[in-house]
């Protein structure tokens, strides 16, 4: 390290942005995973008042039709259109997503930094609560508190929340317990900060990017948990539009050769996880500010 | 008669490709080793020292080549040769060791185990044969029960000892060259000199070539025959090791000579000719014009902490289980009962290798972690009582503060330096308003020499000696009777550390602040401290005023720290002849 | 060696106690009444009545336990309202059905997974490396139940390769005389190859589906695992002795970069016993998965208590093995005990 001076860099939210639009210019693939995920947003938000068709209506006489110019998608066994229940399915799925992960983040993020800076019974307390849900195979946890509390899309989300809740806090509490002791935070408390003071404005803003990294993989795990809980007839009931529960009703004709009822469903799923995904890793690339010049 | 060179390096030039474009490391290198020879390459942090060398093992990084020039060792051009070539010279005819030796060893593998893989990729051994070879080669570093030692796992051996099971590996099949990139960074003073006298030793009696490659132009001169003198990616200077230390030609050479810190000079002589620091009122205070009133007293302090091992529950279990009293006590006194005070305007050295308890000392009397028994006393307050959580809150926190030693981790990456530096001001100034408080900023900046527009900058945009300063800025923002420095330029290059540490002369006269300098350089030491203290274990083994300490050590520890220090000797000795042919 | 396991046991037992305390608070701290849930829907006033009464629901809760343990320790996990049967019984039988298929489906993966994290780590930029990183990320997006019909689809409908997923054996076999209860290992005792290949190709869908499913983590594990120690100061060093790549790969890498892999099967198990259910389900195949399932649709309460309780067990006896193994590998560990 010489000691000259580097150019003047900027900062701010200007710059935050021209450095978000270089890196998704750099890698196409972050910068899809952006539009998917502006996508889903908007299929999320504006589904229900631009599909073709009622997505509960049915028609008997229209069931079990192929992909066709009339029903993108096909129709089902009752002749629902399948298009429709697919886009006005992701609302649902979505909000059972966010719900989760915002209640684990809020849940499972705190009492994560708190273990991890405070040490001592807070740390083991939390920990102990950790190893009992992680002793547990985690959808089968899942499957098990649904069970005990109830069939409700609350209760989903609920589970989802608790399942993940070990992931989160071990991620908190490595990176706050990394935090307890650093130069930094050794010089605030020299320079008057209460502990809750060093938590809430130094130690937290140096988490918050990895933990919304986190926010974004958990997306993705949250969607797959709640449609494998709805594939076995836990959570939401029909005639809901859930993907889950989309694909269960289309498996059995899977068999006998009606693709198309499973598949889209399914498809969206995978897709929607995988955008998640993806943007989980390129928010990673963006928020790190050891590269922000 | 003029040998071949063992190696000659000529034109070189290594390019990375990264993020921003290719980048060239090292420009234009010429360099050439004859047999038998030591060699050093000296030069501070993006010099290109170490990309050399691995240019001329051929192991650089990926993204790294040869653009220009040509390498050629022994009669091989090593820049044309093939992988499979270059894999037969490489730990046969020139090797390699580096630094942290810990990390340099397979963690899952004993040690004897890796030097047999060396010695039989090469055929220098047998199957049956290799663990014999391999325990003598363990002998022959100095390693004490070398048959045991075999069965070792890095992990279970002190940094030294790995250091030495490296050395070994690199010497196991007698190479022509070796290669030593900072070996002896990260290990203690004392150690530093035996695993470099057994380098030393090692490399002459087998006639060996080697270059040893660091940013310490003292240990240069001590132990190696000629200087090579880089700077960022150039040589600008080829001398023997005599002609480097006591008359450099090169501006910059002549720089980092001034700058290494060497008894017989003092502080301002460390910086470059022609460069004078800011200039300030009062020079050193000497020892009797101070206030006699002792500013921080400490007396029979102890700290001790639990040994490691099962806790609660599991503890428990373990005594039901064990037959017989403990194998061994169940804490661990890192301060074992020390005793010392500091005058008002004295600045006080405390010295001593790691894990001395040094650090744990100063912590204490930062009061950021609690004593477990003795007094600590500020200014007639007894400051030891206080619990620590409960200290941050005192108008007397003000009074005490810290320059920590790593910059990068002492400043929170997400504020920036006019933040960071404010912090203490907010919290303890007392000064009311944005406006007021920016101005006590700018104010600091400008006692620190840091340049106004880098206070909007984030840590990550700010060189090392810029960190540092933005560091002192904000340990004195609060005009503290008492500033504690843990080793506060160990982590600069020797010209910024130069630099430095004139400033922390300055700000000391012109605010009369008493400094608590905790170091295990002597030799900085010895330029900032009027009194020192040498630890040992937890134990204060000697003090008294610094040059009496120096010069006529009473405790044996002390002459053996002194004594470990690099010293280049060229008034008595006959130079070194350059080839054996 | 012995202290180690002995320790690791110790970890264990905790783990099983928080176990069997939530497993039993998952069915006492309900909303509504338990006696209610036990009796099933259809259930009269009468025996819901008795039902309170046999499972002690009056008691204080200290003494509820107290008999739910002893009923475990009498492996008593009641009785199955559909069947009648008790559930420790049904979960005997249909056990060894899902561990055949779950134990089939990870050795598939590994054999697949590690060899191919490896090649892309040793070779970055290749297209091998391009398809692990796909694999990694497509991987984990796939719904493990969508990747098993969609399976059915191609494989039975379109291709005709595979069987009707119809469960472990077509209609026209028996299962082979009962010595370990996986189909492959008893058939081949019995010396009937025939019984044999009729079981792999009932088996061949249902564990491509878990193949796939647990390919993603441990590919994306084992590359990154060998770039990070491929990347490490004592492969440099192993690199500048000259040790040959095979050496260097195999005996210096690859080692070091299985330990991270390994801690990451316990999560990858966890996954999989979860997977197993969602499997079970779209091959009907007889394991204690659809046993769980089809107690869920009836709403009959003990066989999923059991169920979750079995699983649950199993699991912690995984991660002690898994500890276990880990403890062998990594000397530090071992030594450290």
Known sequence: MTDVTAPRPESGPAALTRHGRHVIGENKVTGFAFALFLLIGLAALFGPHIVPHDPLASDTAAALKPPSVRHWFGTDQIGRDVFSRVVVATRLDLFIALASVALVFLMGGLAGVAAGFFGGWTDRIVGRIADTIMAFPLFVLAMGIVAALGNSVQNIIIATAIVNFPLYARVARAEANVRREVGFVLAARLSGNSEARIVLGQVLPNIMPIMIVQMSLTMGYAILNAAGLSFIGLGVRPPTAEWGIMVAEGAAFMVSGEWWIAFFPGAALMIAVFCFNLLGDGLREIVDPQRRT | MTAIPLLDVHDLTVEFATRRGVVRAVQRVNLSIARGETVGIVGESGSGKSVTSYAVMRILDRAGRIAEGSVRFSSIDVRQASEDEMRELRGREMSMIFQNPRAALNPIRKVGRQIEDVLLEHVKATRSDATEKAIDLLDQVRIARPRERYHAYPFELSGGMCQRVVIALALACQPQLLIADEPTTGLDVTTQKTVMELIVGLTHQRSMSTILITHDLGLAATYCDRVVVMEKGHVVETASARAIFTAPSHRYSRKLMRATPRPGVSLRELLPEGETPTPTSASVTPLNAMDRTPLLVVDKLIKEYPRKGLDGVGAMLGKLVRHGPAPEPDVFRAVDGISFSINRGESVGLVGESGCGKSTTSTMVMRLIDKTSGSIVFDGEDIGDIPARSFARLPLRKRIQMVFQDPTDSLNPRFTAARAIADPLLRLGGIPGRDAIRARCEELARQVDLPLDLLDRFPHQLSGGQKARVGIARAIALKPDLVILDEPTAALDVSVQAVVLNLLQELKDTLGMSYLFVSHDLNVVRLLCGRVIVMQAGRIVEHGPTERVLFAPEAQYTRDLLAAIPHPKFDDEPARMVAHS | ?337
């Not at chain 3, 690859?254 to 079970?280: C, D, H, K, Q, Y």
Request: proline share 6%.
């Open chain 3, 1 to 337: 060696m012995l202290s180690l396991m002995i320790k690791r046991l110790l970890v264990a037992v905790p783990s099983l106690i928080g176990v069997v305390i939530v497993t039993f608070l998952l069915t006492r701290a309900l909303p509504g009444d338990p006696a209610a849930y036990f009796a099933g829907p259809a259930a009269t006033k009468e025996a819901i009545e008795q039902i309170r009464v046999k499972l002690g629901l009056e008691q204080p809760l200290i003494v509820q336990f107290g008999r739910y343990v002893q009923d475990l320790a009498k492996g008593d996990l009641g009785h199955s309202l559909t069947t009648g049967q008790p559930v420790a019984q049904e979960i005997r039988t249909r056990l060894p059905a899902s561990a055949e298929l779950t134990l089939l489906g990870l050795f598939v993966s590994m054999l697949v997974a590690v060899p191919l994290g490896i090649a892309a780590a040793t070779h970055p930029g290749s297209l091998t490396d391009h398809a692990c990183r796909v694999v990694a990320t497509a991987g984990v997006s796939l719904p493990v139940f969508f990747t098993g019909l969609i399976l059915v689809y191609v494989f039975y409908y379109l291709l005709g390769w595979a069987p009707a997923p119809l469960g472990r054996l077509d209609v026209f076999f028996s299962p082979p005389p009962q010595v370990t209860g996986f189909y492959l290992i008893d058939s081949l005792i019995a010396g009937n190859l025939e019984l044999f290949w009729a079981s792999l190709k009932q088996l061949f869908l249902p564990a491509l589906t878990l193949a796939i499913f647990s390919l993603a983590p441990i590919a994306r594990m084992t590359r990154a695992s060998m770039l990070a120690v491929l990347a490490s100061d004592f492969v440099r060093t192993a690199r500048a002795s000259g040790l040959s790549s095979t050496t260097v790969i195999v005996t210096y890498a690859f080692r070091n970069a299985m330990i991270p892999v390994v801690t990451t099967l316990g999560m990858v198990f966890s996954f999989l016993l979860g997977a197993n259910v969602l499997v079970e389900k779209v091959f009907a195949w007889p394991g204690i998965g659809s046993f769980a399932v089809e107690a869920l649709i009836a709403s009959d309460f003990a066989p999923l208590q059991g169920f979750v309780l079995t699983m649950a067990v199993m699991y912690v006896g995984l991660n002690l093995m898994i500890d276990i193994l880990y403890g062998l590998i990594d000397p530090r560990v071992r030594l450290e005990a």
